[in-house]
């Protein structure tokens, strides 16, 4: 799932900025979703601190609730991977995102050639995303695309032939066996249970004497058996 936020308070660059997003992932086949804003209240500072996979961020630099360089400013004191576009009327204020190395992608002047651009940004967004060490996978006629590193851990349903697979936004129930979407993963992934693998670079603390890992979201689980306990450790 990409996730483009934008934030933009003119209704006629905000329309156009969701037909051009909404072209090319539907010609891509891609999974994706829309989140807008039209100012950079509470709401917007909000969702800087979700946990979401793969956020675009386009930016309009000036809102009458405040400025795009700022907010530009907070989304990089949380996270250096999502992505920054500014799309903004204020080409003269390009050297000053520049000077304040936001790792922007892209700077698009709204009156010149911007769909072209938007575009072409958007495709070099995902080429960059592409790059993460993700899995895709279909299942019931949904493509799903997850970084290998907001796993969590897998869990093998008890009575239905399906896995539940937990990142730290989002839980899919997916009709694949344990064993065949152990394949798909990689040396990060240990099995601790004949029902269970985690994700080693997601472990916090392993309590051996209970059998309980913790995850650095604060999530537990008790599925470590004495069979495998010697690949956690």
Same mark, same amino acid.
């Given at each position: 799932?990409?996730?483009? =936020?934008?934030?933009?308070?003119?209704?006629?660059?905000?329309?156009?900025?969701?037909?051009?997003?909404?072209?090319?992932?539907?010609?891509?086949?891609?999974?994706?979703? =829309?989140?807008? !804003?039209?100012?950079?209240?509470?709401?917007?500072?909000?969702?800087?601190?979700?946990?979401?996979?793969?956020?675009?961020?386009?930016?309009?630099?000036?809102?009458?609730? @405040?400025? @795009?360089?700022?907010?530009?400013?907070?989304?990089?004191?949380?996270?250096?991977?999502?992505?920054?576009?500014?799309?903004?009327?204020?080409?003269?204020?390009?050297? *000053?995102?520049?000077?304040?190395?936001?790792?922007?992608?892209?700077?698009? #002047?709204?009156?010149?050639?911007?769909?072209?651009?938007?575009?072409?940004?958007? %495709?070099?967004?995902?080429? =960059?995303?592409?790059?993460?060490?993700?899995?895709?996978?279909? /299942?019931?006629?949904?493509?799903?695309?997850?970084?290998?590193?907001?796993?969590?851990?897998?869990?093998?349903?008890?009575?239905?032939?399906?896995?539940?697979?937990?990142?730290?936004?989002?839980? !899919?129930?997916?009709?694949?066996?344990?064993?065949?979407?152990?394949?798909?993963?990689?040396? #990060?992934?240990?099995?601790?249970?004949?029902?269970?693998?985690?994700?080693?670079?997601? *472990?916090?603390?392993?309590?051996?004497?209970?059998?309980?890992?913790?995850? /650095?979201?604060?999530?537990?689980?008790?599925?470590?058996?004495?069979? !495998?306990?010697? %690949?956690?450790?």
């Amino acid at each position: 799932m990409v996730n483009f =936020i934008i934030g933009e308070d003119d209704k006629h660059f905000m329309t156009l900025t969701e037909s051009v997003i909404t072209k090319y992932m539907m010609k891509n086949q891609i999974e994706y979703k =829309i989140h807008r !804003f039209d100012d950079y209240g509470p709401k917007f500072r909000s969702m800087i601190n979700r946990k979401l996979p793969f956020k675009i961020y386009i930016l309009d630099i000036e809102t009458p609730s @405040g400025s @795009g360089l700022d907010m530009a400013r907070l989304i990089r004191n949380k996270d250096v991977d999502s992505i920054i576009i500014f799309l903004t009327g204020h080409q003269e204020l390009s050297q *000053i995102a520049i000077k304040n190395e936001f790792l922007f992608l892209s700077y698009i #002047n709204k009156f010149d050639e911007c769909e072209k651009h938007l575009e072409q940004s958007i %495709e070099k967004a995902l080429q =960059i995303l592409k790059t993460k060490k993700i899995i895709r996978f279909k /299942d019931c006629g949904t493509i799903y695309t997850v970084a290998l590193d907001d796993i969590l851990y897998v869990t093998k349903e008890t009575n239905e032939r399906k896995i539940i697979l937990r990142t730290e936004y989002a839980t !899919f129930k997916l009709s694949k066996s344990l064993g065949d979407f152990y394949k798909m993963l990689n040396g #990060n992934f240990v099995q601790t249970h004949r029902a269970c693998i985690v994700n080693t670079k997601r *472990i916090v603390s392993y309590n051996k004497s209970k059998k309980i890992i913790t995850f /650095d979201n604060g999530e537990k689980i008790d599925l470590v058996s004495s069979r !495998f306990e010697g %690949e956690l450790i």
